[in-house]
């Protein structure tokens, strides 16, 4: 009795082990079928991915989605899938569709997610939602630092942090200074006042701005004294102007002056000029390059000339480049004169300059002058000028803000 249940108890074993064996190769062989799917698939996911992105560099962003769909049904693990589905749904308008999936992007693959939170700061800024848009920008920029992205959330910012501020409609500053200038040639028309001294001027410069970086209104104040070795000479000048719009931009000067000599009217000089700039703004690099034209009316007191008149006519360019310590600049002209016509001339100068935006200008400003003059009988005669300045100039208010913010735009 013993020995048969033995031997029922090893059938039994022998049984149960062919029934493991069989359902063990029964399982593998229904994994099987199931991972040559799950390969299938992804290939089929790779294929609808590829023809997605053909239709996305061709802007039909509708067949895009539809083939990023499939993609993404196929294989549900790809980030970069749900990533360029956003960008489709972006490129549409359809922002609350676009902002889930790049919320779907950044949790799947945290490698793209600087590129997706920037995308979400484009749309948060397109909203006008600023205060969003910017935190979005400020992560871009810390996780990226250098990079081109990097650099662009890092342009973002400073633009919504301009946008933040509260409006400003006007601003108003004063500015004072002296300049001492020496070597100064002044050519009066009685050649017995031609001659060289020192010249000091004190100026007084007051600008009202409203819309800072469309239009700039501002008033110059300047009063000159020359001392010469036959004669003084007194200049009071006011000028008028405004800057209107940024790049390129449009301005005009009216200047009006009065001279006199050894305390008596001299003349007095219209002026208006006009003048075309193209500013080109790279990084802190300023560059500027304006076409002028100008228009002078000189009129001289009978105690000197039988009330002479005098129209100068000028046309020419000048070019200035700067940064935000040191500045050079240059410009050239033709002149001629009315109704005598009496002389053309042709100018040609160059001027270098320091200055320091922090409120205090520290002005260094030498400028070389080559002055050709011609009549109707041809060369006449030339002067090389020499201008030699030096001064310290105070702004009050808020105007090197205004001033770098039109820089910077």
Known sequence: MV?????????????????????????????????????????????????????????????ARKYFKLAIKNNKKQGIYYYNLALAYFKDGYYTKARELFDKTIKIEPKLSTRALFYQGVMSYELGELNKANDYFAAVEEKEGATNLGLSAQKMVKNIEAE???????????????????????????????????????????????????????????????????????????????????????YYDYTYTHYWLNARPYYQSKQIKLMLNYQLIPFDLYARTGFFIVGENKYYFPEYYADYHANIYQIGVEQTLFNNLMGKGYYAQSRSKSPDND??????????????????????????????????????????????????RQAFAEIWEVVLERRNM
């Open 164 to 250: 933040l501020r509260p409006p400003k409609d006007w601003a108003i500053f004063i500015e004072t200074g002296t300049e001492a200038n020496d070597n100064v040639t002044t050519e009066f028309q009685n050649t017995d006042y031609t001659d060289q001294g020192n010249y000091v001027d004190l100026n007084v410069l007051y600008r009202p701005f409203w819309c800072p970086g469309l239009a700039i209104d501002y008033v110059y104040s300047n009063l000159g004294y020359q001392k010469l070795s036959s004669a003084n000479v007194v200049a009071q000048m006011i000028k008028i102007g405004s800057d209107l719009s940024l790049n390129p931009f449009f």
């Open 343 to 392: 002389y053309q001339a042709m100018n040609y100068s160059c001027n270098w300059y320091w200055e320091l935006l922090t409120g205090t200008t520290f002005v260094t400003d030498w400028r070389y002058e080559y002055r050709a003059y011609y009549d109707y009988y041809g060369f006449n005669r030339q002067d090389l000028y020499q201008e030699i300045m030096f001064g310290i």
């Open 3 to 63: 020995i048969i249940c033995l031997c029922l108890f090893c059938s039994l074993i022998v049984v149960n082990k062919l029934e493991v064996a069989q359902a063990v190769q029964t399982k593998a062989k229904s994994q099987a079928v199931p991972a040559k799917e799950k390969i299938d698939k992804k290939e089929e996911a790779k294929k609808y991915f590829k023809k997605g992105l053909l239709y996305y560099e061709l802007e039909e962003y509708e067949k």
